[in-house]
């Protein structure tokens, strides 16, 4: 008789390489497939499926080498373990991308053989990954501000004017909604453009984003700050000049390429959760102009120790500038995000960091000493590319 196989993922998207491993799997038996939720996926990976859960149960049974396929009635991570439960499975497989200790402690206390297959292609075929073919689908570059932010907004640049800082993004990593990563801009900018930015003039089109975007007739009243259009339209590192209007006096543009890697050197992003439903950053606002003086000094420091590839400058510039947002808009530390900010402010290598955009959870962007070893010890970690010039469309 043959002994039950069981592997378990979300199979959205799919593609060559999950049917590679399904047919790798089979080879130790019958196989059966458990299917994340529509649900699960929603609450675990922030983001709506592609295909359905019956969609993609109907595409996962069609596969010849799958015995059975199910959706899975847990949560999180470990959704399987209800239909494990009741299919008593011999062997359960995983790919090295998706092997931990709590799903080996799992099978071993369960008696269930723990398999980890590499990932790798059929034959003859290129490599896959639902996360590449994502990627490849949508090329529209998201923002990350680096200081000064709030200052696009002439409730706080009538106080004192002064400059925002931000670099546009490759989107080489999910971006998730509501998490201080522009998403609003960038999906008003999906209504126009599906996949890419036209190859147009970079400023204009960053405009042009910001005017429709902000429709006049746009019912909730609220005018999303032009540093978002910017940060996404204009490649490279970006500082924009706000005195008492919506749009910049000023943009001023960096493509030097030892600033750019320099800048993705000591960069990475942390993800937290995204800002809760009914959350406000602005309630209890304070402003006042010592506090946006504090906040334009830090920007120009920051802009002058990135110029110089200062790190001890740049980290101290980068933490006064979020520490000056926070004072003007305390809203902005929503609970959990201190609990974020202390574990990894006490971690070796981590200089700075600041929430990304307007806070209220989203995303930990932190300056550390070097991103590619912090990111090797820290998987969670991302690592920044910046969008080069001429990479527009």
């Not at 006042?288 to 002058?304: F, G, M, N």
Request: with cysteine.
């Amino acid at each position: 008789m043959a002994k039950k196989v069981f592997v378990s993922g979300c199979y959205d998207l799919l593609h060559s390489g999950h049917v590679e491993f399904f047919r790798q799997a089979s080879q130790y038996g019958d196989l059966y497939v458990g299917i994340g939720s529509d649900e699960t996926i929603l609450g675990y990976k922030h983001h709506k499926t592609v295909y359905n859960e019956q969609e993609r149960l109907f595409m996962v049974k069609s596969i010849r080498y799958v015995k059975d396929a199910f959706i899975n009635a847990g949560k999180g991570i470990m959704d399987f373990i209800p239909t494990v439960e009741a299919l008593k499975p011999d062997i359960l497989v995983v790919n090295e991308d998706g092997a931990n200790e709590e799903k080996e402690r799992f099978c071993a206390e369960r008696g269930i053989e723990y398999v980890v297959l590499a990932r790798e292609p059929h034959e003859g075929l290129e490599a896959r990954s639902s996360t590449s073919l994502k990627k490849n689908l949508c090329m529209i570059p998201t923002r990350l501000d680096l200081a000064g932010t709030w200052i696009d907004q002439p409730y706080v640049n009538c106080y004192a004017p002064g400059w925002a800082i931000t670099i546009s993004l490759e989107p080489t990593f999910e971006v998730r909604d509501r998490c201080g990563l522009s998403t609003s801009t960038r999906n008003m900018i999906k209504k126009i453009w599906p996949y890419q930015l036209p190859n147009m003039d970079p400023e204009m089109l960053a405009k042009l984003v910001f005017c429709f975007e902000n429709d006049p007739e746009r019912s909730d009243g609220i005018i999303s700050g032009a540093q978002d259009s910017i940060g996404i339209c204009i490649p490279g590192l970006c500082r924009h000049y706000y005195n008492n209007r919506f749009w910049p006096e000023k943009i001023e543009t960096c493509y030097d390429e030892e600033v750019l890697s320099w800048l993705e050197n000591h960069l990475c992003m942390i993800p937290m959760f995204p800002r809760r439903p009914g959350c406000s950053v602005v309630e209890g606002k304070d402003i006042t102009e010592p506090k946006v003086l504090a906040l334009t000094k830090a920007a120009s420091a920051c802009w002058d120790a990135i110029m110089d590839c200062d790190l001890d400058g740049f980290a101290k510039a980068y933490l006064a500038s979020f520490e000056a947002q926070v004072a003007l808009f305390p809203a902005m530390m929503q609970p959990g995000v201190q609990e974020y900010i202390d574990k990894y402010a006490a971690m070796p290598g981590v200089m700075a960091w600041k929430m990304s955009g307007a806070g209220g959870g989203g995303y930990l962007a932190c300056v550390v000493s070097d991103a590619a070893e912090f990111a090797t010890e820290h998987p969670e970690a991302i690592r920044l590319v910046i969008r080069r010039k001429g990479a527009e469309g």
